[in-house]
């Protein structure tokens, strides 16, 4: 049994504010708040607290799903960044007061990690124009080696195109909102050349499923999470939803590719997206990856917008002009998407019947990292490790 209920969370952000919580020396507390947690920079060491909130995607509401939350999160991130997940931590109270992993009924859970140094990350490195190719070399690495590893998410093609189906829906739903304001003629366009591209070349989409291609990655692969230190480290993975974890390989690589460009370095994310492709053995469709990028760069108008509807959004002014800003990459993508798809190979394959035996050629064609034999399906079907 807990005393939650006894500690509000201002009173642990007020706590875990105080260089003296810690049982480590620590001159002063840096606190950073998220759309999730509360991050407490403490000394050499990280200190991440969750909000107690509930979106449809993901419920930190109670104790016991923060910890499982939190438990997850340092399992998970260990994939990528073994070195700095430390692990998780309680935050007790007792009659002498709140204390980290001390006597007394459990207030909360917390993430543990080692603080890593902030010049180091891509996003940094990037924003200095200090970056080199032997650093993307490293990354690029890391990124093959965990895309080989990864667990196959297995889908069936059907359950793949709905799932595209669903994301295209929450985009346009979100981003035409009139609350908002945002060009709805541009979001319209694109809305509607991601949907022709779904239509008219699924099989691409479906071969990813059939392939076991699609695994259990990252979820949120951008230049703040990636560091580029001795060892490649990146943090902060999709720990909350297995569902938003379960991509194509490319999809997220795509993503890193148009974050790049945003921050002023193009060349990186190409750069980054051709040599994964080698790494991986698989050239990959443009129109597949156009796909991605502007399906990625409209989540993120999406997600950077949804910031308003809150019933107090931090930074109010920031977020209408960074959904405009990835609005504008997400079009030029589909713009070159809308080109692709007027190719004769684009023209070839509308209206294709050919089904998953069709699929299966197209993904012998296509080659690739090897897929997960039959015999490494779990037990119930649904998620293997693939080595």
Request: glycine share 6%; net charge positive; aromatic share 8%.
């Amino acid at each position: 049994m807990t005393c939650s209920h006894q500690l509000s969370l201002a009173d642990k952000v007020a706590f875990l504010s105080r260089p003296g919580a810690y049982a480590h020396s620590v001159d002063a507390v840096t606190l950073r708040e998220t759309h999730m947690s509360w991050v407490f920079l403490a000394g050499d060491r990280v200190y991440k607290l969750k909000k107690p909130v509930r979106f449809p995607y993901l419920d930190f509401s109670t104790l016991d799903r923060r910890e499982a939350a939190c438990r997850a999160e340092v399992a998970l991130n260990r994939r990528l960044a073994p070195d700095v997940y430390v692990g998780v931590a309680p935050l007790t109270l007792s009659s002498s007061g709140p204390s980290i992993g001390g006597a007394g009924p459990i207030a909360d859970w917390l993430v543990v990690m080692n603080r890593l140094d902030e010049r180091w990350a891509l996003e940094q490195v990037l924003r200095e124009r200090r970056l080199d190719t032997s650093q993307l070399d490293r990354l690029v690495a890391t990124l093959v080696r965990f895309y080989r590893r990864a667990r196959p998410v297995f889908l069936s093609a059907g359950a793949h195109l709905s799932r595209w189906s669903e994301n295209l829906t929450a985009n346009r739903r979100v981003l035409l909102d009139p609350r908002f304001a945002l060009p709805c003629a541009l979001i319209q366009r694109v809305d509607r050349i991601q949907r022709r591209f779904v239509a008219e070349h699924r099989r691409m989409l479906e071969v990813r499923a059939l392939r076991h291609r699609i695994v259990d990655g990252h979820g949120d692969l951008r230049p703040e999470h990636i560091w580029l230190n001795a060892e490649v480290r990146i943090i902060d993975c999709l720990e909350f939803n297995a569902r938003l974890r379960a991509v194509d390989p490319f999809d997220e690589i795509a993503y890193l590719d148009l974050e790049c460009e945003r921050l002023g370095a193009a060349w990186a994310g190409r750069y980054i997206k051709t040599r994964v492709e080698h790494g991986l053995n698989e050239h990959l469709p443009a129109a597949l990856f156009h796909f991605y990028r502007s399906y990625r760069a409209m989540l993120r108008a999406r997600l950077a917008i949804a910031h308003l509807s809150e019933p107090a959004p931090r930074t109010p002014e920031k977020w209408p002009g960074r959904a405009r800003a990835y609005l504008d990459i997400g079009a030029r993508d589909a713009a070159r998407l809308e080109t692709l798809l007027r190719t004769p190979q684009g023209r070839s394959a509308r209206g294709h019947r050919g089904g998953a035996q069709s699929s299966r050629r197209e993904a012998a064609r296509w080659g690739g990292f090897p897929a997960c034999p039959a015999r490494h399906r779990s037990p119930n079907g649904t998620l293997a490790r693939c080595r």
